[in-house]
């Protein structure tokens, strides 16, 4: 809803009023329109402020509202209303103005903002564009360029920006809603009508088809499929048009998207991201009943690339740390690395590195006087094992022990001190300042607190922090394997890794598998495999009693590591070197093994490529939610999407297996199951039966289906 009432004696003050964002429900809508018709035949009022309640203008259309038929006014006609009013209109724009909170601002007179104010049309990133007049009205008043930029980003613009854009008149760090008002009384005498957007004529530019053809090669590159990055250039593109004609375009290209499966996976994807931070144990500690220890200095342990990204984003979030690393030559690598890294971020966001913030050690004696170590020495269980010996002995009471690991069994970890309820997993994505994701992971003895501790201090540092539960590779990692595994399998039957990737990338991964593999080092993955007794030279593939590929084991036999040795399962033009050619050694080596190995090499198509590959890595996130590792399918969604690359508007892997059909996953994991019966990712897993049982429900009902955790408490 809306409040109105008079202030100054002459101006009309309409506060949007909905909780906690003031998105434009219907009722909010409605008392738009039923607030501006009391301000318009009030003869008292000259002029009218519209602001929104608790310092945040409006966060935009009400999102929950789309997956319903829409009620009440539209948004278009309401900011039609407001632009076409006969008394000034001034939005006093304070916290944010996004998407049709901003496209409301734009549809005012006059725009006041705070200077900590954000603004922006994030519409992009809910598989939408701006579709209440953003497309049309914004490029009119800051320009193409500007405007595309801000669109097809969705970004965050500050008032400063905007200002020096001219999206708004005026930044203030005083009462935005006074300074609206003492402006609204300064022009209640001049007509709105030189103010009106929708009439500006669209800003000449001396190109504005390179800039159009630039912009969309750009974006359809970036886009992996998406439909509403190209489609928000597209509407941009109509504002050159009359404005009732870019309107329609911008309605047409809106009405495609709006009901597109694509929009539908995003905006849960929005909601799943929100929905992770309500995260619960199995014993039933939730977010809403534990708190948090407030963490103001911690301790990096080994600063090769994560320890120095864990670092940067620990500094960053205001935390002090010690940064700590025994190899001489790499803590002085670490050091300029990580000032470097610190002197750019500041730069980017326009405030002082904080570099006071940061202090180094070759010794662990520091963590005695910290709050949380966070260990990101080499992947090795032995050598992690002694830094939590030593940690044990050292820290003093209460001080929370985390450990990087990417896979490994964090009980252990605890086992090695003499606080194990203290110890908790926080395995971040590299590089680490920079990702998203970080995953939270409570061993059998992890206390609540310990878990709300990590989680309150990933989302300091920005990140989306996902509870999850401990087991070889956690949640992202154990799905990955049979993914990669059904990768080596295809090589195996006939496919190539070219062939592979680009059907992956077609699908939407920023990076197909093998050249993902690559990237990240193939010596990572043989050296935990060795660990775990896989005998040199040896090339069964029958491990077991279960299919085992031994490709990747016999590349690094070689010597190809991937890029870092410029051969992997593509070739470099130099070790390091970042452009992947097919390599013809490797087409000769796979016709040997096949030939070693009895195997004819057969046409394998892109369905089989994506459903094998795909569906194996969805069977494990069932079987994730069956053991309980994950509390739901949002959690595997927002780890896919955000950690692994899985594209944003396919939801996530656990809502794409929805998407498709349940059904018709499990009928193509039995067809490749029983072709393959010695690869037992290919064996559908039970939750998955029993959904398909249950009639498919949607992946927002599954919850339903999984064990409700044990209360230990
Ligand atoms: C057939 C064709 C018909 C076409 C007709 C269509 C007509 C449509 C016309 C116009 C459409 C306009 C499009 C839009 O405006 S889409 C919305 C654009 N806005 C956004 O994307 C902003 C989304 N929100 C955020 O980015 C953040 O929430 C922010 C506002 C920055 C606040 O961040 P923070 O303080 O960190 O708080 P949370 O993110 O945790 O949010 C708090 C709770 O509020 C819920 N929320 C936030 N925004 C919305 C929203 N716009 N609608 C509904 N709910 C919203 C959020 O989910 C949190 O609640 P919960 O924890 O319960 O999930």
Redesign the pocket.
């Known amino acids: 809803m809306a409040q109105y009432s008079r202030v100054s004696g002459t101006v009309g003050l309409i506060t949007l009023l909905n909780p ?2 003031n ?2 429900s219907a009722a909010v809508r409605q008392g738009i329109v039923d607030m501006m018709d009391k301000a318009l035949s009030d003869r008292k009022v000259k002029s009218v402020v519209i602001c929104g309640h608790n310092g ?1 203008f409006c ?6 509202e789309f997956s319903s038929p ?1 009620t009440g006014p ?3 006609p309401v900011i039609q209303g407001v632009e076409s009013a006969a008394k000034p209109v001034v939005a006093a724009i304070e916290g ?1 103005a ?4 901003l ?1 409301l601002a734009l549809g005012c007179h006059y725009r006041i903002a705070h200077s900590k104010a ?1 603004l922006g049309l ?2 992009v ?2 598989g ?1 564009l ?3 007049g953003g497309s049309q009205r914004l490029p009119r008043l800051i320009g193409v360029p500007a405007a595309l930029d801000i669109i097809t980003t969705g970004r965050h613009v500050t008032a400063a920006e905007a200002l020096k854009l001219g999206l708004v008149d005026r930044v203030t760090d005083r009462n935005t809603v006074d300074e609206a008002v003492k402006f609204a009384l300064s022009v209640a005498d001049q007509s709105p009508q030189s103010r009106r957007i929708s009439t500006f004529p669209c800003p000449h530019h001396p190109d504005l088809d390179a800039v159009f053809e630039g912009v969309m090669q750009r974006v359809r590159q970036r886009a992996r499929g998406a439909l509403a990055p190209v489609a928000c250039v597209q509407a941009v593109a109509a504002a050159t048009l009359p404005f009732a004609q870019g309107m329609e375009r911008e ?1 047409e290209l ?2 495609t998207l ?2 597109s499966g694509q929009a539908r996976a995003q905006q849960y994807h ?2 799943a991201q ?2 992770v ?1 309500r995260w619960s144990m199995p014993s039933g500690a939730r977010w809403d009943k534990t708190k948090p220890v407030a963490v103001h200095k911690a301790m990096v342990i080994g600063l090769g690339t994560m320890g120095r990204g864990i670092s940067v984003a620990l500094v960053q979030a205001g935390v002090s740390v010690v940064a700590m690393e025994t190899n001489e030559k790499q803590l002085m690598d670490a050091k300029q690395a990580i000032s470097s890294m610190l002197e750019r971020g500041a730069k980017r966001r326009g405030v002082a590195p904080a570099l006071d913030k940061i202090r180094y050690s070759s010794d662990m004696q520091p963590a005695a006087d910290v709050d949380l170590v966070i260990e990101a020495v080499f992947e090795d269980m032995a050598l992690k094992k002694k830094v939590f010996q030593q940690l044990s002995a050292l820290c003093k009471p209460g001080t929370f022990l985390c450990s990087n690991t990417s896979g490994l069994d964090v009980d252990q970890l605890a086992s090695e001190t003499r606080t194990p309820e203290l110890v908790v997993g926080m395995h971040f994505f590299a590089p680490a300042h920079v990702m998203k994701l970080l995953e939270v992971v409570y061993g059998s003895r992890s206390s609540p607190q310990a878990v709300a501790t990590a989680m309150e201090l990933g989302k300091q540092m920005g990140k989306v922090s996902v509870a999850v539960g401990n087991c070889r590779g956690f949640v992202g990692n154990r799905m990955l394997k049979p993914y990669l595994e059904q990768a080596f399998f295809l090589l195996e039957e006939g496919a190539t890794p070219e062939f592979v990737d680009q059907v992956l990338e077609e699908f939407g991964f920023a990076m197909g598998v093998f050249r993902m593999s690559d990237l990240s080092g193939l010596d990572v993955g043989w050296r935990v495999r060795k660990a775990d007794g896989l005998p040199d030279g040896h090339s069964a593939r029958i491990r077991q009693g279960c299919r085992y590929s031994p490709l990747g084991d016999l590349l690094c036999e070689q010597g190809r590591f991937g890029q870092k040795t410029g051969r992997g399962w593509y070739q470099y033009d130099k070790p390091g070197g970042q452009v992947a050619k097919p390599d013809p050694w490797l087409q000769d080596f796979l016709e040997k093994f096949r030939t070693q190995h009895g195997l004819v090499a057969r046409r394998i198509d892109h369905q089989e490529v994506l459903e094998r590959c795909l569906y194996a890595l969805m069977n494990e996130g069932f079987r994730i939610l069956e053991d309980g590792i994950a509390a739901g399918p949002e959690d595997i969604d927002v780890i896919y999407v955000l950690g692994y690359s899985w594209p944003p508007h396919r939801g996530g892997p656990m809502f794409y297996a929805a998407m498709v059909g349940l059904k018709k996953v499990l009928e193509r994991l039995e067809h490749y199951h029983q072709e393959h019966p010695d690869i037992p990712s290919l064996k559908p897993c039970n939750l998955l039966r029993k959904l398909v049982v249950s009639g498919s429900p949607p992946v927002q009902k599954w919850r339903e289906f999984l064990q409700k955790p044990q209360s230990q408490l």
């Open positions: 906690p964002v998105a434009l945040k966060g935009g259309a009400d999102i929950r829409l539209l948004l278009i944010v996004l998407g049709g909170g496209e954000r994030p519409e990133h809910l939408l701006p579709g209440a309605r809106m009405a709006f009901t929005f909601f929100r929905a931070g």
